[in-house]
Every structure is written in structure tokens, then in C-alpha cells.
């Protein structure tokens, strides 16, 4: 995957449309799995597990990084990611310059695709009883804090290895454990379920291998 001399590969698409397909399928039925309450028992098992007093040391370091999360966050973050790829040292012939500029448009659309259904999963998915810390008119199904963040660092941490800018045993593992930290906090708080953390990570690996599909199509 690392190199310095990037082509195009039409099977890595279809690798990744299948990966995308199979991800959203599995997003699809854990939500009429929330809708019909059959995640009840484990997520009630993971709750009192992670419970935390209010003024827990590792509950307010959860609440301060939470904000990180939230689309007005990773959004901009899209955007230096993609200023950033579209600006580092390497070839500067037309083919190169094309490739980064996909790879960058990649990142866009990730985080613009994510910032859009947020909102469209809240009007359409059945929500389960939010937990004891989230307001209880507001949907938690899935958590945006694991949707979007993932779809952006998974679909970042691709592009950078396949540009040859940076080792995929590096970019990946920082992909994984972002959206879990910024997810994770989200159940210290008592704000989400473990399904809606596992919800939203389905759909940022849905979104991001669809966007990284069409990359690698074109690129």
C-alpha cells in the first residue's frame, strides 16, 4: 500500500465498495436491532460498567475532549487534511497532482456526506431511551461522535498511506483510536449507548470506504 509512485487500481475500488457494502448492511441491522430494543441488555451491562462519579477525574477529561467531535470540529479538520495533502513535498507532474487532488476531494466529501446524515439519521432511525446524561428529546442513534470522526480518519489515514506521505502502521492505528476516544468519552459521560458508539463506527467505515472507492476509481 506505501509507495511513492501511486496508480490507479481498480480492484482496490471494488475492495472497497464491497467493504462499504458490507459495513452498511451491518449498520442496518444494528439499527432494527436498536429499534426493536434487542441491544437493551448489553448496553445496560456497559453502562454500569464505565459508570463514573460526576466528578471523576477521567469523566471531566472525557467532557473536555467531547467537543472535539462535533461537526463543526471535523469539518475544518477535512479541509486541513486536505490543504495539507494538496501542499506536501513529493512529485509535481500532472498524474500526481491529480491523485492528491482526488484524494483530498475524498476527505471533503467524507466529512460533507457525514455532516449531512447526522441530522438525516436523527429524523429517520427509530431512537432507542437515550441514557441517564443526554437530554431526553434528543436522538442518540448513532453516535456522531464515532460516524463522523471515523469516516474522516479512516478515509484520511488511506489516503496518506496511498500517496506514499505517510506509513499505514502509523495513519491507521491513529485512525482507530481517534473516533474511540472522542466516542468513548461520549459513554463516560452517560450521553450514549455502546450501540450507538458501534453504530456510528459501521457508518464512518460505510462512508469513508465509499468515498475511498471512488478515489481509487479515478485517482
Not at 472522542?182 to 463516560?188: N, T, W
Request: hydrophobic share 50%.
Amino acid at each position: 500500500m506505501y509507495s511513492s509512485q501511486p496508480a490507479p487500481d481498480r480492484r482496490r475500488a471494488l475492495a472497497l465498495a464491497a467493504v462499504s457494502v458490507a459495513a452498511g448492511a451491518g449498520f442496518v441491522r444494528l439499527a432494527a436491532a436498536v429499534a426493536r430494543r434487542e441491544t437493551v441488555q448489553a448496553d445496560e451491562a456497559v453502562h454500569e460498567a464505565t459508570a463514573l462519579p460526576d466528578e471523576h477525574p477521567v469523566r471531566e477529561a472525557a467532557a473536555a475532549i467531547a467537543p472535539a467531535g462535533k461537526k463543526k470540529t471535523y469539518v475544518p479538520a477535512a479541509l486541513c487534511a486536505s490543504a495539507c495533502i494538496l501542499a506536501a513535498p513529493g512529485r509535481r507532474e500532472p498524474g500526481a497532482l491529480r491523485s492528491r487532488a482526488t484524494g483530498a476531494a475524498a476527505l471533503i466529501a467524507a466529512a460533507a456526506a457525514a455532516r449531512g446524515l447526522n441530522p438525516a439519521f436523527d429524523r429517520w432511525l427509530p431512537q432507542p431511551p437515550p441514557p441517564p446524561g443526554h437530554p431526553p428529546d434528543r436522538p442518540v442513534f448513532p453516535s456522531g461522535h464515532a460516524f463522523g470522526p471515523g469516516a474522516l480518519s479512516l478515509a484520511t489515514a488511506y489516503v496518506l498511506a496511498r500517496e506514499g506521505l505517510a506509513r499505514p502502521a502509523v495513519t491507521f492505528p491513529v485512525a482507530m483510536t481517534v473516533p474511540l476516544l472522542m466516542s468513548g468519552a461520549r459513554v463516560l459521560e452517560e450521553k450514549h449507548w455502546a450501540s450507538d458508539v458501534l453504530g456510528g463506527y459501521l457508518g464512518g467505515i460505510a462512508l469513508a470506504a465509499g468515498c475511498l472507492a471512488g478515489y481509487e476509481a479515478v485517482r
